[in-house]
């Protein structure tokens, strides 16, 4: 008999169903939460200012979002199950979408022409269900970025209008920059060329006045190219190796004019441990020291000035002080500002425009440095330059002079501390002496070295006498340019050597170690330029002393006053002149002379029917011109300039107002002595385009 089962017992299959019906259960709450999460991600996606849609793999669309119907003007629900082609077709683009093409711009953005008019969109298309266009399905966003757009299109308009108007403008200040500086090179080369003719002394005054006016002209002309250069960000810097104690020599000696006049005491001194050379740009590291001593020079009435140079770890600093009135509470922070001055009263005794210091803060940043200032009111200022040395090794420490000690007695402090400075590095003690303190009971004799200026020379003299100078080891007297005729006079008094101020270190530190031949007063062994050579008297002409070389040479000027100007300044220098009124004169009256017959071609740059560079690559094609020196003769004062002038190839670029001594160490420099050949004026006598 069969066992019955028991009662209420599931049937034999019933645990599997339970299981059936629970894993139906459970993906019946999947789907669920599934439909939550994706109705949840489209409500995201509908909510979103972007356009978002799926495409498959026949280019069907499969989802569209609210933005979507928005920007075509089809139905989210309607555009499912369409080509997305047709659909993008209603909004001027195509499928697949690409980024790159006529419609597209650099960044990839196209214009959509949506229902609220055109748009900008950048879309994304991202791949789905596998990689590369073989992907079985792509998301496609679309960002509207017409704002961003408009702004970026505004922005680069503006910049490009600022561009356009920074470039009138500088093309404005050139060429005002050449218009003002041509009649200027003939206002003051006239004046220089006046000074040199025997004049009254009322003659004189006005002529001086009149040069000095145009310099001041000329300066702030310089101050408003660079200004603008700067504001404009055009300012364009080069570094090379530049020798500091030369560039500094070479600007002391400039503006050494400035302190005679003055009678101020105006000194120099390079630390020894200063590299030879530093990286920097060298005539923007010029200009800011010839602005800064200028302005040294230009406020202080009494005493002097001193420039020096030293090291701070890896710093070099040009020191720059003075023994002005000071700048006053409070306006030593607005100095380096725009056009601001620290008077800015009508009653200010001062003139300027106020933008030198300005530029110069700016050129010392540029240069990685810096500028600052240190005054007090009625005790002078002191300007500190600060220019990194980028690695450069420092000098050694110089040989001791050959002296045990040595006094100096000067009418200016300050010039006396630097050069007891200077001996100081060569390891000669120094004491300083006024000359307030120069009396009958003074006593020299223990110092070795007498050091004095000619005010100092002449207390000594008159209040103690020749034998006080006897009773030193030597007496050695500095003298200013303009008072050469003591020499002799001091000479027999039995000073000697003497040392033209301000004094290079150089010749002091032989003069101390007594390397100098003591007759006449004058140096050996030594090149002092300005110690041995003697001064031509007003009126004469001819070749400089110790030159006697005379060059022909072919002068390409339009304007006649600077032509009779350059014409004269050349002449007066023993030279031969040829002149040509134009470009196109300057190629005939080449082409048709000799070879051998110019040294040197003065081209202005502009000149009607052919300009100077024209001219100057005429000259450069012919067989004849292929190693003449060119250089350009010109008012335009950008740097701009001179690259196209030797780009045209030329070599060298004089600008206007024309400098005597420049073009004198311009034709020294390119024009190569040769052997006597005919004049250059036998030419201009036959050519019948003079």
């Known amino acids: 008999m069969r066992n019955r089962p028991k009662e209420n017992a599931p049937p034999a299959g019933a645990p599997r169903n339970v299981e059936l019906l629970k894993d139906a259960e459970r993906l019946r709450d999947e789907v669920w939460e599934l439909r939550e999460t ?91 269900r596998g990689d590369g266009p073989a992907a079985l399905a792509f998301h496609i966003i679309g960002r509207d970025v017409t704002e961003s757009k408009r702004l970026e299109d505004a922005s680069t308009k503006a910049r490009a209008q600022a561009e356009a108007e920074n470039a009138a403008k500088s093309h404005f200040l050139a060429t005002m920059s050449h218009e003002i500086r041509t009649p200027l090179n003939g206002i003051l080369g006239m004046a220089g060329l006046l000074l040199k003719t025997r004049l009254s002394a009322e003659q004189t005054t006005y002529a001086r006045a009149l040069k000095s006016s145009g310099e001041g002209l000329l300066r702030l002309i310089d101050d408003i190219l660079d200004f603008s250069k700067i504001e404009a960000g055009r300012l364009e810097l080069e570094k090379e190796p530049v020798d500091i104690r030369h560039l500094v020599r070479s600007i002391v000696e400039l503006l050494s004019s400035r302190a005679d006049e003055k009678s101020l005491g105006f000194a120099w001194r390079v630390v020894p441990d200063v590299p030879e050379t530093v990286d920097a740009d060298p005539v923007r590291l010029r200009q800011i020291i010839v602005n800064l001593v200028g302005n040294a020079l230009k406020f202080t009435e009494t005493r002097g000035v001193a420039v020096s140079v030293s090291t701070q770890k890896d710093m070099m600093e040009i020191r720059v002080q003075d023994t002005g009135p000071g700048i006053p509470q409070g306006a030593a922070g607005r100095i380096f500002n725009d056009f601001e001055q620290a008077d800015n009263g009508l009653a200010r005794k001062h003139g300027g425009a106020g933008l030198g210091l300005a530029i110069s803060k700016r050129l010392a940043e540029a240069l990685d440095g810096d500028l600052t200032v240190e005054s007090e009111p009625g005790h002078g200022a002191v300007f500190r330059l600060v220019l990194p040395l980028n690695g450069k090794a420092a000098q050694p420490c110089p040989e001791k002079a050959r002296a045990s000690g040595a006094v100096i007695a000067t009418t200016s402090a300050i010039e006396a501390q630097t050069l007891a400075g200077i001996l100081h590095d060569h390891g000669v003690d120094t004491a300083v002496i006024a000359q307030d303190d120069i009396k009958e009971d003074a006593d020299f004799a223990t110092h070795a070295i007498l050091l004095a200026d000619a005010a100092a020379a002449d207390a000594i003299l008159e209040n103690m006498g020749p034998d006080a100078v006897a009773a030193t080891h030597r007496a050695i007297v500095m003298l200013r340019p303009c008072e050469r005729d003591r020499i002799e006079r001091f000479a027999k008094a039995g000073f000697s050597p003497y040392l033209i101020r301000p004094v290079r270190t150089e010749t002091l530190i032989k003069a101390v170690a007594g390397d100098f031949d003591s007759q006449g007063g004058k140096m050996s062994n030594l090149y002092d330029d300005r110690a041995v050579t003697p001064t031509r008297p007003p009126g004469t002409t001819g070749p400089r002393p110790g030159n006697g070389t005379s060059f022909n040479i072919l002068l390409a000027e339009d304007d006649p006053v600077n032509a009779l100007l350059a014409r004269a300044l050349l002449e007066r220098e023993g ?16 082409s048709s002379s000799d070879p051998e017959n110019f040294d040197l071609v003065l081209m202005d740059m502009h000149m009607p029917k052919v300009d100077g560079l ?22 335009n004062a950008f740097a701009e300039d001179r690259k196209r002038c030797i780009d045209a190839g030329m070599n060298d670029h004089l600008v206007k107002p024309l400098d005597e001594e420049r073009l004198h160490e311009t034709l020294n420099h390119w024009v190569r002595p040769r052997a006597p050949k005919q004049k250059a004026a036998d030419c201009e006598a036959s050519n019948p385009h003079l």
């Open 38 to 128: 994706i109705a949840g991600l489209n409500g995201i996606l509908d909510s979103r200012r972007d356009v978002v849609f799926r495409v498959d793999d026949t280019g069907t669309i499969t989802f569209a979002n609210t933005r979507f119907g928005a920007v075509t003007g089809i139905e989210p629900q309607a555009a499912i199950g369409l080509p997305a082609a047709r659909c993008l077709e209603t909004i001027g683009l195509s499928w697949p979408l690409e980024r790159a093409g006529p419609k597209a711009d650099h960044d990839g953005r196209m214009p959509v022409k949506t229902v609220a008019g055109r748009r900008w969109f950048d879309w994304e298309v991202i791949p789905w």
């Open 575 to 590: 030279h031969e002149v040829v002149v040509a009124h134009n470009g196109s004169e300057a190629i005939d009256i080449f």
């Open 614 to 635: 024209t001219a100057a690559r005429a000259i450069r094609a012919m067989a004849s011109g292929a190693d003449v020196p060119i250089v350009a003769l010109t008012a």
